[in-house]
Structures are given as C-alpha cells and as structure tokens.
C-alpha cells in the first residue's frame, strides 16, 4: 500500500503538507469523503446486495444527523489535538456553509444518535 501512495504522489507531483495548516473546510471536505468511504465499506462487507439499497442505506448513516450521533460516540476517543481540530472544523462548517433545506440547522450541532437504527438490511 505503502508504494502505491508513494507513485501516486509521484503521478500527481503531490508534495508532503502539515494537514494544520488546512482550512477548517477543506478538513471537513476530506473528513465527509473519508467517513462516506468508511460507511460504504462496511456496508459492503456486512451485505452484498442491491447497489440501490446499498446507496440507500449509506444515504441514511452520512446525514448530518448521522454524522453527529457518530461523533457523540467517537470523541471521548480523540486526543487533545483532534478534539480541537474537529471543534474548529465544526464551528466554522456551521457558520459558512449554506443550510440544506431538508436539513434544519439543529442537524449540524449535536443531535442524539437515534440508537434504533440498526446497520440491518
């Protein structure tokens, strides 16, 4: 793995950066591509099925809703520096993105994981 990365850096001409020195957006950028990619592969490996029901049910676990009730569990495992990036990222989220309409503002501060979803199909 270690030497793919390695030739793709070369392929894009991508240069080593301190990952502090991105923006709050741009880190949640990242952050939302990653979980979405980390919610996919677990879904995939609990069930192969239907790609339609596939989409659905990631559709439903990377809602901000979702996202939120996540973070309410994972951050009394995040260092120091983690807590203050993603409390930075969060703020700054919230105050510059536009609101989806489906979405109401309460969605992106912290909401309570609905604990009866179930990653069942």
């Given at each position: 793995?270690?030497?793919?990365?390695?030739?793709?850096?070369?392929?894009?001409?991508?240069?080593?950066?301190?990952?502090?020195?991105?923006?709050?957006?741009?880190?949640?950028?990242?952050?939302?591509?990653?979980?979405?990619?980390?919610?996919?592969?677990?879904?995939?490996?609990?069930?192969?099925?239907?790609?339609?029901?596939?989409?659905?049910?990631?559709?439903s676990l990377v809602?901000?809703?979702?996202?939120?009730?996540?973070?309410?569990?994972?951050?009394?495992?995040?260092?120091?520096?983690?807590?203050?990036?993603?409390?930075?990222?969060?703020?700054?989220?919230?105050?510059?993105?536009?609101?989806?309409?489906?979405?109401?503002?309460?969605?992106?501060?912290?909401?309570?994981?609905?604990?009866?979803?179930?990653?069942?199909?």
């Amino acid at each position: 793995m270690a030497e793919s990365l390695k030739k793709l850096k070369e392929l894009f001409d991508l240069k080593d950066a301190d990952l502090r020195t991105y923006s709050p957006l741009t880190l949640a950028y990242i952050g939302d591509g990653v979980y979405e990619l980390v919610i996919r592969t677990i879904l995939v490996k609990k069930a192969n099925c239907p790609v339609n029901r596939l989409h659905k049910k990631a559709s439903s676990l990377v809602k901000a809703s979702a996202q939120s009730g996540m973070m309410e569990i994972l951050e009394p495992l995040l260092t120091e520096e983690e807590k203050s990036v993603y409390r930075r990222v969060g703020a700054r989220h919230r105050l510059q993105m536009l609101w989806p309409i489906y979405s109401p503002k309460t969605r992106y501060g912290r909401l309570k994981f609905c604990r009866k979803k179930s990653w069942n199909f």
